[in-house]
């Protein structure tokens, strides 16, 4: 029987499906974070996010964007649907520059890959469990 790879295209979007993000490449990163302006953001115990090249993502619909420091500097974004509040997205400076960050629950995906490691693992909540295969870190 021959095996083939996964497909490496995907559809994230947010809860009432306004904003919709096509990506037709695989993750060139997958991390993790439990800082507790992580969790602010998110309102979870931690963040989950998957970076792609801005070329293989595709974004249709509405979208508000939130400039980070409250200032106008399009490499330090979050953005997300304006209706619902879901399916963010983000930029983050110098941090993998020419990709965009996905939250991975908007994937709404079981099989997503597995973080390569968490940052910030000492400030989670501490009933949450360790978890089998990502490093955990101390800090970034």
Known sequence: MTQTAPPTAR?????????????????????????????????????????????GVRIDGPFSTWYHAGKDDPSLTACFCPTCGGGRFFRSGDYLRGTIGIAVGAFADPAFPVPDHIHWWPDRPRWLGTPIGPTLLEGN
């Open 11 to 55: 559809v994230a979007s947010c809860e009432c499906g306004a904003l919709r993000l096509h990506v037709t490449t695989a993750p060139v990163h997958v991390h993790g974070c439990t800082c507790t302006r992580c969790q602010r953001s998110t309102g979870s115990v931690m963040k989950l996010s998957a970076w792609f090249p801005e070329t």
